[in-house]
């Protein structure tokens, strides 16, 4: 075996001391690393950061449970007008047209109503003549008295004949004034403001005393006429102020009457609502929101604040901390944009309706300024 040789002790001492020292260097940053890494640690946030919300207040209100009713929107004024005169017809509005009342929407021939009236004056005339010939010679008779050679009988007849032609006279003057009237009927003339919504009859047609000429509509003042089962208008009054929708608007409409009388096929009554100033169209369907009870003292919220899952509903209530609760709640009866909850949730709670789809319970929040459009008290 061979021996190792110590030939220079000195650099061996020197190299044993390098290493010594880069040992010492490597556990001092090995340790400074370590304690950096666990400060870092430490300073990082625990869980998800904050979230962005919204919230709107939990009000105490007065709701009912709510069911729709099919309805149709229709006009308080919508009538075929009829001819009131017989002759052809000269002109017609055309559909569309806008007419005021007391407007001419056709015209009817009016040449055998103006021969009615000028036979009808003539008759007058006549019979005038007449009449005041008859007055004459009563006056004449009954002035000369016994002297004048007439029997008391033939001047009770005279007397007839003079009160017979002054009736005849009067019937001449009423049959003028039917003349007249049937006359000026030959212009038909619009009831009310409206359009001319359908013709009825066509130029040189013949048109008799009730024949219908054109209908005629009021779009301006409109209602809605719904039907339901007397049930669920047991809580519905005169006055009362309801929702209706047409599928792209809603508007709150006033119940003007409850027709007390039920179909006999589909057991239902008539409901009528005074439709606001609306730019909905006559014959659109409506649904008509009408409550199925008296309302109720409740808590409610907005619907945006409602989180609905499979397995629970909830809200999440903001607290002083700034740190959202989840809340499992019931929901009750709903009008509009409010709904009721039931459950752990009182009236003047902060709730979240923007941003609650993916908080977590504990999540601290960050509360937008703006709310949105949501519930307010």
């Given amino acids: 075996m061979k021996k190792l040789s110590f030939r220079n002790p000195r650099r061996i001492i020197a190299g044993a001391a390098i290493l010594v020292a880069l040992a010492g260097g490597g556990v001092y940053f090995a340790g400074a690393f370590g304690d950096k890494a666990k400060a870092s640690t430490e300073?990082?946030?625990?869980?998800?950061?904050?979230?962005?919300?919204?919230i709107a207040e939990a009000l105490a209100t007065e709701l009912a449970p709510h069911s729709e009713a099919p309805g149709s929107v229709v006009s308080v004024n919508d009538s075929l007008i009829a001819a009131a005169t017989a002759g052809p017809v000269l002109w017609v509005a055309e559909i569309g047209s806008e007419v005021k009342k007391g407007d001419v929407i056709a015209r009817i021939d009016p040449a055998d109503a103006a021969q009615q009236r000028d036979e009808a004056r003539a008759d007058i005339r006549r019979l005038s003549s007449r009449a005041s010939y008859l007055a004459r010679l009563v006056e004449r008779h009954e002035g000369l008295g016994e002297e004048g050679g007439e029997s008391e009988a033939a001047i009770d007849q005279m007397r007839a004949d003079r009160d017979e032609a002054q009736q005849n006279l009067e019937r001449a003057k009423v049959a003028l004034r039917r003349a007249e009237t049937a006359l000026e009927r030959t212009d038909v003339k619009a009831p009310f403001n409206g359009r001319i919504a359908a013709r009825e009859i066509e130029v040189g047609e013949f048109a008799n005393p009730g024949a219908p000429i054109a209908r005629l509509v009021n779009i301006d003042e409109l209602e809605v006429t719904a039907r339901a089962p007397d049930t669920l208008l047991a809580s519905v009054r005169s006055g009362d102020a309801v929702k209706v929708s047409n599928g792209v608007e809603t508007m709150t409409a006033n119940v003007r009457a409850v027709v007390p009388v039920g179909d006999t096929v589909s057991r239902t009554l008539e409901l009528r609502l005074v439709l606001p100033n609306a730019d909905w169209h006559i014959g659109s369907a409506v649904q008509v929101s009408l409550p199925r009870s008296a309302p109720k003292k409740v808590v409610a919220v907005h619907r945006d604040a409602v989180i609905l899952r499979a397995d629970r509903v909830s809200v999440f209530v903001i607290g002083d901390d700034d740190t959202?609760?989840?809340?499992?709640?019931?929901?009750?009866?709903?009008?509009?944009?409010?709904?009721?909850?039931?459950?752990?949730v009182k009236a003047g709670d902060p709730v979240v309706i923007r941003g609650g789809e993916r908080l977590r319970d504990g999540q601290k929040v960050v509360i937008q300024a703006d709310a949105g459009g949501g519930a307010t008290s």
Avoid at 43 to 54: C, E, Y
Avoid at 328 to 337: C, F, H, N, S, W
């Fill in 43 to 54: 300073a990082a946030p625990q869980g998800p950061p904050p979230a962005n919300v919204r």
């Fill in 324 to 344: 959202a609760k989840q809340i499992d709640v019931e929901l009750g009866a709903a009008d509009g944009d409010l709904i009721e909850v039931i459950g752990g």
